[in-house]
């Protein structure tokens, strides 16, 4: 607050009598018959609360009108409705953790067979590059078989 | 001293500053109450009276949300009164994405609803919600007055992942409150019984509650005097018409746990003694072992330093801290400040994100 507020005295003063006052107040009802009186009128008021919500559901029966206590009753099963659809929800989210989890869990198979297959891709590469490599052997021996039999030949004709 | 020193001091009135006082007086007397205008928020749960809000920071530093708990007998608005200077205002802009539970005004329909109720049914609950709707693995508690009460009850109670439990002005001990102490006797004893008023009611009217915290406060001309000091500055008028609003806007009380705080509270002051029981299980504080900050205010006009006290020995933290701060009861939250006051604690003990 600022210092040329002209209000500031008046506010100082003020604060000392709410205190004052509230001391005043605090002490002057620290008292049993003023707990007493508050007894009896708690009580009183009570009772005359209940006399009138019986004597106005007996008015609403009479005239066949509805009261808040139905309304509120209806109210109660929709708050019903509600709850379950609440329990649902947290069913459907531990449907859908488990879900997840179970995805993840193939997608860890499914990742473990793609390496096997893999695995037994280069494993087939190797294979058919082993079997080219024997096929070249095999037709370079049959070269060589045909140049056997050729130099065997040419005797032969030599003879001829 | 200062008074005195006031007093002499000869008062020096402007035409203009008058003028404007004087104007916004008036206007204050004749014109509705404001709208209040909360933070950007949106509702993630809803059941019956009662409210999820979600208020998502503007730049998020922390994974673990808050979840704010209001007390039951007054409205939670009061944290998110403005944009500018409110609690959630605050905390959004500090980084945290803040969820806050309104418990609403409960109806004739709601008159059955017991603490126990509003524990399982509403916070527990309340709490999964805002877990799943934030993704996160851990949650931090801030609990205001009965909210904070609720809020260490749960902690005690659920095995739900609570990081941190922040309880500010909370009301644990009841062997004494803020009324003289034959009236605390009268309460004790039984001679002041309010079971058959709240069986009469079946919903305490916001009226008898308003009249409760009115008389608490004795002779109240502090908020008028404070007006007509300072009417010439317009924020504050501002700010002083949105808590008059508030202050008047009571709320409605279930009869059903109206009583059960006045008998096992007030009366039995069960909770203390580790004898209160919710939901057939007993509430034992000693189960609370998160990092807990226990914050009470120098000027509370409605909960003793004493009442809050106790928890600090009663929970099984290893890390727990007690502050005492400079504010009242409302104009912690009123403020702001309740913000300022929890962010060091809490920026400390949540998980940033990376």
Redesign the interface.
């Known amino acids: 607050?600022s210092e040329?507020?002209?209000?500031?005295?008046?506010?100082?003063?003020?604060?000392?009598?709410?205190k004052g006052?509230?001391g005043l107040?605090?002490?002057s009802?620290?008292?049993?018959p003023l707990?007493?009186v508050?007894?009896i009128g708690?009580?009183a008021?009570?009772?005359y609360?209940?006399l009138l919500?019986r004597n106005r559901e007996l008015m609403a029966n009479y005239m066949n009108l509805p009261t808040?206590?139905d309304?509120?009753?209806a109210?109660?099963q929709t708050?019903q409705a509600?709850?379950k659809i609440?329990i649902l929800e947290?069913q459907i989210?531990n449907l859908q953790d488990q879900f997840t989890l179970a995805t993840q869990e193939q997608n860890k198979v499914l990742g473990e067979i793609l390496d096997f297959t893999k695995h037994i891709h280069m494993e087939w590469q190797k294979a058919s590059q082993e079997l080219a490599a024997l096929t070249q052997v095999k037709s370079e021996f049959e070269q060589m078989k045909k140049l056997l039999e050729k130099e065997k030949k040419e005797p032969v004709l030599a003879a001829k | 001293m200062?008074?005195v020193k006031?007093?002499v001091?000869i008062?020096?009135?402007d035409l203009e500053s008058e003028k404007r006082r004087w104007n916004n007086i008036y206007k204050v007397l004749s014109e509705p109450k404001p709208d209040i205008e909360s933070t950007p928020r949106r509702a993630v749960w809803k059941?019956?009276k009662a409210v999820l809000w979600y208020h998502a920071a503007p730049e998020k530093k922390y994974t673990t949300p808050l979840f704010l708990v209001y007390s039951l007998l007054n409205k939670a608005y009061i944290l998110d009164i403005s944009e500018e200077g409110s609690v959630v205002g605050n905390l959004t802009k500090q980084g945290y994405d803040v969820y806050l539970l309104d418990w609403g005004s409960p109806?004739?329909?709601n008159?059955d609803l017991t603490l126990d109720n509003y524990l399982l049914?509403y916070l527990e609950?309340a709490v999964?919600r805002a877990l799943?709707h934030s993704d996160a693995k851990e949650i931090s508690m801030v609990g205001y007055c009965i909210g904070g009460m609720l809020s260490a009850m749960l902690t005690s109670l659920t095995n739900l992942p609570i990081k941190n439990l922040v309880l500010a002005a909370v009301p644990i001990d009841y062997s004494n409150a803020i009324v003289?102490?034959?009236?605390v006797e009268?309460l004790q004893n039984g001679?002041?019984?309010?079971d058959?008023?709240a069986?009469?009611?079946e919903v305490i009217p916001s009226e008898f509650l308003y009249a409760i915290f009115m008389a608490l406060q004795?002779?109240?001309?502090?908020p008028t005097?404070?007006l007509?000091?300072?009417a010439n500055d317009q924020k504050y008028v501002d700010k002083w018409r949105n808590m008059d609003k508030w202050m008047k806007d009571a709320v409605t009380f279930s009869g059903a746990a109206f009583k059960q705080m006045m008998d096992e509270l007030y009366k039995d002051n069960k909770l203390v003694k580790g004898e209160m029981k919710i939901g057939g299980k007993k509430v034992d504080l000693t189960n609370i072992k998160c990092s807990t900050l226990v914050i009470t205010s120098t000027r509370d006009e409605l909960v003793l330093e004493s009442q809050s006290l106790p928890i600090m020995e009663l929970i099984s933290s290893e890390d727990k801290t007690y502050q005492h701060i400079e504010a009242g009861h409302v104009s912690l939250c009123l403020t702001g400040q309740f913000a300022y006051a929890i962010d060091p604690w809490l920026s400390a003990r949540s998980t940033r994100l990376i």
Do not use: H
């Open positions: 607050m040329t507020n002209p209000y500031d005295s008046f506010r100082q003063i003020s604060i000392m009598l709410e006052l509230n107040l605090f002490q009802i620290n008292n049993n707990i007493q508050t007894k708690i009580e008021n009570s009772r609360i209940e919500k808040k206590n309304v509120a009753n109210v109660k708050m509600e709850e609440d947290e989210w | 200062m008074a006031s007093l001091n008062p020096v009135f059941k019956g109806g004739l329909e008159k049914d609950v999964k799943r003289p102490n034959k009236w009268a001679t002041l019984n309010f058959r008023f069986d009469a009611y004795g002779f109240n001309i502090g005097v404070n007509v000091t300072r």
